[in-house]
T-cell receptor, first 111, second 113 residues
Framework: LAKTTQPISMDSYEGQEVNITCSHN???????ITWYQQFPSQGPRFIIQ???TKVTNEVASLFIPADRKSSTLSLPRVSLSDTAVYYC????????????FGTGTRLLVSP | DTGVSQDPRHKITKRGQNVTFRCDPI?????LYWYRQTLGQGPEFLTY????????KSRLLSDRFSAERPKGSFSTLEIQRTEQGDSAMYLC???????????FGPGTRLTVT
């Protein structure tokens, strides 16, 4: 599975847009990009998944350039409750997939 | 659908004791996964079941670890002769056969003293 690199931490204020970028230079042709969110003392929670261009759901947007060597998770108008660790993962999206988590990005949202 | 549940949520044990954790996946999910997470790190894959069959085990899973999923429903993870290095959060996840997304339980936090 492709290795990912993302910032260790980010700080933001309530109401701002937050963009977290992930590098995955060795992504394979059939790999998808997935983001999970984890609050303290809870298991990770699926946020969004994409293959190319842009994907949007009720929580976030995922931007993937044409070369797919990086991706950006965009959280619009963050609130204090968005303070969490965000993980970027790459891998296939069918069948058995053992998720390979890195150390993630710790996002701290302040008032 | 009440989500993935794990029991107990916390376990404190003395070194050398055996411990067993239980995971109840979402009912229609036939895939079940165990992960381990230490402080400041992302979860690490331990093992995977499809129905009752254990299809893959990580090299992280030493001989002291054993997992079962009888009848393809709930799963148990047992650690024998616990060591201080076993202290971690043990996470269970399940997924539907046609969907990539894994749903995680709240985890069991193990502390070995």
């Amino acid at each position: 599975l492709a290795k990912t690199t993302q910032p260790i931490s980010m700080d933001s204020y309530e109401g701002q847009e937050v963009n977290i970028t992930c590098s995955h230079n060795n992504i394979a042709t059939n790999d998808y990009i997935t983001w999970y969110q984890q609050f303290p003392s809870q298991g990770p929670r699926f946020i969004i998944q994409g293959y190319k261009t842009k994907v949007t759901n009720e929580v976030a947007s995922l931007f993937i350039p044409a070369d797919r060597k990086s991706s950006t998770l965009s959280l619009p108008r963050v609130s204090l409750s968005d303070t969490a660790v965000y993980y970027c993962l790459v891998g296939g999206n069918t069948g058995f997939q053992k998720l390979v988590f890195g150390t993630g990005t710790r996002l701290l949202v302040s008032p | 659908d009440t989500g993935v549940s794990q029991d107990p949520r916390h376990k404190i044990t003395k070194r050398g004791q055996n411990v067993t954790f239980r995971c109840d996946p979402i009912s229609e999910h036939n895939r079940l996964y165990w992960y381990r997470q230490t402080l400041g790190q992302g979860p690490e894959f331990l093992t995977y079941f499809q129905n009752e069959a254990q299809l893959e085990k990580s090299r992280l899973l030493s001989d002291r670890f054993s997992a079962e999923r009888p009848k393809g429903s709930f799963s148990t993870l047992e650690i024998q002769r616990t060591e201080q290095g076993d202290s971690a959060m043990y996470l269970c996840a399940s997924s539907h056969p046609t969907v990539y997304e894994q749903y995680f339980g709240p985890g069991t936090r193990l502390t070995v003293t």
